[in-house]
């Protein structure tokens, strides 16, 4: 199994995510590595580069379906844990934008961002969110208005009146 999670939190949310699963992991390395018996997940912390907050991510490589590590099973729960814990904690109310040429913005709903990561966007509005330092596409909060009502999901793609 191979799946990640792209999240944007200043370095320091780090430490919230691993309490949630410290007790679960057998060792947690430099560099955001967890072990989990012979299998690892990867917690990159975002970095801050100037007015930039780059991306961070939780990653799980099981290794092939053939011949997957021994703790695999563990390790997946694990990888859950925090997946769930970001989006419980985290928001989802991003939008991409184009930094050079049309300002064409994309809801970007799998991403996530910490609160914290929220207050530092807004104390100086022109610092960006980017996945890497030369993107040439950076992310911002999504205003949503009470007038506008809750975002749902769209249950179907039917089209109203077309059967």
Not at 11 to 18: K, Q, R, S, T, V
Not at 54 to 59: D, I, K
Not at 133 to 154: R, Y
């Amino acid at each position: 199994m191979k799946a990640e999670l792209q999240f944007f939190a200043l370095p320091d949310d780090i430490d919230e995510m691993l309490a949630v699963v410290r007790d679960e992991v057998d060792a947690i390395e430099d560099g955001g590595r967890l072990r989990i018996g012979e299998c690892d997940i990867q917690l990159t912390a975002g970095a801050i580069q100037g007015d930039h907050l780059l991306v961070g991510s939780v990653a799980i490589n099981t290794g092939p379906v053939d011949e997957p590590c021994k703790d695999q099973e563990k390790a997946k729960a694990v990888y859950r844990s925090i997946r769930k814990w970001i989006k419980k904690h985290y928001s989802n109310r991003l939008f991409s934008y184009q930094l050079e040429g049309n300002r064409k913005e994309t809801a970007a709903r799998n991403h996530w961002i910490s609160p914290a990561a929220v207050a530092w966007k807004k104390e100086a509005p022109a610092r960006l969110l980017k996945l890497y330092a030369t993107s040439p596409l950076a992310f911002d909060i999504m205003v949503v208005s009470k007038q506008m009502g809750e975002i749902k999901p769209v249950s179907s793609n039917k089209v109203r009146g077309h059967g």
